[in-house]
């Protein structure tokens, strides 16, 4: 009888020991250095296509063809929040705060299931570059990764990638006018189509917290640090005499032609003018142009990038703070007859006294499209 | 006495400036859709003679502007830039009437603080209060605000420029700041235009209405004050043995005993609210703050058992002197003109009386017709238990603030 009570007692304390084991586990799942996955950005970043009926179709006919097949992914209500009318207002809804601070339109990833998440991915990499780390899908998919750390880390639930918004403003078509808007926290990226020409890819807003690594599964996103380092690499690479003419003398907390700041390019421009540079110069500028150009797919980015080189003469390169690129409040700009660029460097908001890249791509003639 | 003098002004401020500073958090996903720098805040108080400004600067684009490290984590440490930072604000404050004449700057207290709004999360600031006096004969609704601190180097910087109270339009400092402008880069032509500001004009009328509107609220709104004259007013229509309260003595015995308990907390702080707003007397607010809801303890005590039967006349004027004082703390905070101030008392006063008339105008035919019944027993003590645990949890609370 006693035997029988010891044997009891100890398979009782072996329960409690491999219950608290059990509890720990799950307790030390999370480590904040290496981020975390959300059943969203796993399935984005799933690389193979379930999509066989667009795959003979090319250029925006095949762009059509991929958001016509995510639409029939949707139920019908998805639909009637997904597309909506082409118009000034819903164009223009975009920020670089999250949805949560400043509402977008469109459909949330977050209310996706698997099989309409593969349907966009489909999508997306048709209108982006695929295959190169940290540039074009890989850059999106990183930004969506530190989106989803920002919530493991005191931002809460209006951060991460279910608050990334979808929508088609206008029907898609190859005639008609329609703009794919794809914009969330840190990530802006229009795509305006009219009759069956790209027309605009701008205003493309850019930015990740934090700017340090992280990974995500067995990837390590560091989605906008090579833009960075090339301007640190071009700033470098000027003389001192030019370094002192592209020096602007005003300090930039953020960015000037942020959302909301439409079509207000300065009349002057400011800065050192490409065309006075040697061609190897003026190449460390066209490569820094390259990293935003280059996020869309090959065909799309070609034809942009042609105009751009055919402009570099007359584009002007400015900076504020330092050279290196990596303090608070260190800023770029790019400013050509077409292109715009800018990059701020500025002070964290979720992770506190570390700097943070902002930036944003504008072209202009070619924002929304014209429209 | 200086000392709790100083601790009332900035007790009395520090609720304010709370209050403020919701009120702009909520204002600021519309006011800056897209900001992600905290911007300056400019709050002006628009008096006959002069306007008063209370100017928020993020001590991070401060830093920026000015490179002084003040946006330290030890926010106290930015007070020995004190000096710079005055003659700073002097350089980059200017105000001229519509004759070009400047206006006469000073820089009063300057403060740092910690604040907080969704967007940009917790940072720090620097709250300083200007006094902007205009020439001799200008008048204070119309003027051009040349105002660039910190946007002076840092491009990216906004200054939302607000009115937080104009007694003659009668805004007062409790409602929402009315945006008037902001201060920014006009990135195209890369210049910075200083604020064109031209009032709408007020008048005495409008500021003595808002007055009495002010008043009414501060009774329908101020649970603390209600609950003191309800359950005084409980056992003024019984009579009374010298332990115990009897039957109910009658509708004229009633209607007489309670419009002289009125009128006596009338009179009681009629005169205090004359006397605190005037500035001729002034206590601290947290003493009476926590005398009131002794007052609603006593009260309710003499509801149960009659403490001071009789003697309701003299406890009521006694404990309105209280009240009045906790009125006149509302009146003293806007900071008016004689003239003006004459004005908001009667005004507010008038707004007191009315709201307060309202309420007796209900409850009176309703103690009468109740207060004849056996049962108005346990409406006394009900309600004067209730009133005694509220009491004894705004003492604690009031104590403990």
């Known amino acids: 009888m006693k035997a029988l009570t010891k044997a009891g007692s100890s398979l009782a304390l072996l329960a409690?020991?491999?219950?608290?084991?059990s509890s720990s586990e799950e307790s030390s799942e999370v480590t904040p250095d290496t981020g975390a996955?959300?059943?969203?950005?796993?399935?984005?970043?799933?690389?193979?296509?379930?999509?066989?009926?667009c795959s003979s179709a090319s250029g925006v006919a095949k762009v059509v063809c991929l958001a016509e097949a995510f639409k029939t992914t949707l139920s019908s209500s998805q639909v009637s929040t997904m597309q909506l009318t082409y118009n000034q207002t819903n164009t223009r809804k975009w920020s670089n705060l999250p949805a949560g601070m400043s509402a977008r339109v469109g459909i949330d990833l977050g209310s996706l299931n698997d099989t309409q998440l593969a349907a966009f991915r489909d999508l997306m990499v048709a209108v982006l570059e695929v295959g190169t780390s940290n540039e074009g899908y890989d850059e999106m998919l990183?930004?969506?990764?530190?989106d989803d750390y920002l919530t493991t880390v005191g931002g809460g639930s209006d951060y991460g990638a279910g608050n990334y918004y979808l929508s088609f403003l206008g029907t898609p078509s190859t005639t008609g006018l329609w703009e794919i808007l794809f914009t969330g926290h840190h990530y802006t990226q229009p795509y305006t189509f009219n009759a069956g020409q790209l027309t605009g890819v701008t205003p493309a807003f850019r930015g990740v917290e934090p700017a340090s690594a992280i990974t995500a599964g067995s990837t390590t996103y560091q989605p906008f640090e090579q833009e960075r380092q090339l301007f640190a690499t071009?700033?470098?690479g000027f003389s001192s005499a030019e370094q002192a003419s592209a020096k602007l003398s005003a300090t930039y907390s953020d960015l000037l032609l942020g959302p909301g700041q439409d079509g207000k390019f300065p009349a002057t421009k400011s800065g050192l003018k490409v065309g006075s540079l040697t061609s190897d110069k003026q190449a460390l500028v066209l490569n820094a142009i390259k990293l935003y150009v280059n996020d869309l797919d090959a065909t799309s980015a070609s034809s942009i990038l042609t105009k751009y080189t055919s402009e570099l003469a007359d584009t002007y390169v400015a900076y504020s703070g330092t050279t290196a690129v990596s303090t608070k409040n260190d800023y770029v700009r790019i400013d050509g007859p077409s292109v715009w660029i800018e990059f701020s460097y500025q002070g964290g908001v979720i992770i506190r006294d570390t700097p943070h890249p902002h930036s944003v791509w504008r072209d202009h003639s070619s924002d929304y499209g014209g429209n | 006495m200086m000392n709790s003098l100083l601790r009332t002004i900035s007790f009395t401020k520090k609720r304010l400036m709370f209050a403020i500073q919701i009120i702009l958090a909520a204002l600021l996903p519309f006011t800056a859709p897209a900001h992600p720098m905290p911007n300056s805040v400019v709050l002006l108080t628009v008096h006959e003679n002069r306007i008063d400004a209370e100017i928020q600067i993020p001590l991070s684009e401060l830093e920026a502007a000015t490179g002084l490290p003040v946006n330290d984590p030890e926010i106290g440490s930015a007070q020995r830039f004190e000096q710079q930072l005055r003659a700073y604000l002097l350089t980059h404050t200017r105000l001229q009437s519509p004759n070009d004449q400047y206006w006469r700057v000073e820089v009063g207290t300057l403060s740092f603080t910690k604040t907080q709004n969704t967007i940009n999360g917790t940072y720090r600031e620097?709250?300083?209060?200007?006094?902007?006096?205009?020439?001799?004969?200008a008048d204070t609704r119309r003027f051009t605000l040349h105002y660039d601190a910190v946007l002076h180097q840092v491009a990216t910087h906004k200054i939302l420029v607000s009115i937080s109270q104009d007694w003659e339009t009668g805004q007062l400092a409790e409602e929402n700041p009315e945006q008037v402008g902001v201060?920014?880069?006009?990135?195209?032509?890369?210049?910075i235009l200083p604020l064109a500001v031209s009032l709408q004009p007020g008048n005495a009328w409008t500021g003595f209405s808002s007055m009495v509107k002010l008043g009414m609220q501060h009774i329908a709104e101020g649970t603390d004050h209600l609950l003191f004259l309800l359950v005084l007013l409980l056992p003024a229509p019984l009579l009374f043995s010298r332990r115990r309260w009897e039957s109910?003595?009658?509708?004229?015995y009633s209607l007489m005993h309670l419009l002289r308990i009125v009128t006596a907390f009338t009179v009681g702080h009629s005169l205090t609210l004359l006397l605190g707003a005037m500035g001729w007397v002034h206590l601290p607010i947290q003493p009476v703050e926590i005398l009131i809801a002794v007052s609603i303890l006593v009260s309710a005590l003499h509801a149960w058992r009659p403490v001071f039967p009789g003697k309701e006349i003299w406890v009521?004027?006694?404990?309105?002197?209280?009240?009045?004082?906790?009125?006149?703390?509302?009146?003293?905070n806007l900071s008016l003109s004689t003239g003006r101030m004459v004005l908001s008392i009667l005004g507010f006063n008038a707004g007191i009386e009315l709201m307060q008339l309202l309420i007796i105008a209900v409850t009176i035919p309703a103690l009468i017709a109740l207060s004849r019944r056996p049962a108005y027993r346990l409406i006394r003590v009900g309600g004067a238990l209730l009133a005694s645990v509220a009491a004894i949890f705004w003492i604690i609370e009031r104590a403990a603030m």
């Open chain 2, 183 to 191: 201060i920014e880069l006009d990135i195209v032509n890369n210049r």
């Open chain 2, 248 to 252: 109910f003595g009658g509708v004229r």
């Open chain 2, 126 to 137: 620097l709250v300083a209060h200007l006094r902007l006096v205009p020439p001799a004969g």
């Open chain 2, 316 to 332: 009521a004027a006694g404990f309105g002197l209280v009240h009045g004082l906790a009125f006149a703390d509302t009146l003293a």
């Open chain 1, 234 to 236: 071009m700033l470098g």
């Open chain 1, 16 to 21: 409690l020991f491999t219950l608290s084991c």
């Open chain 1, 37 to 53: 996955t959300s059943s969203v950005t796993e399935a984005l970043a799933v690389t193979t296509s379930a999509n066989t009926s």
């Open chain 1, 142 to 146: 990183g930004n969506l990764v530190a």
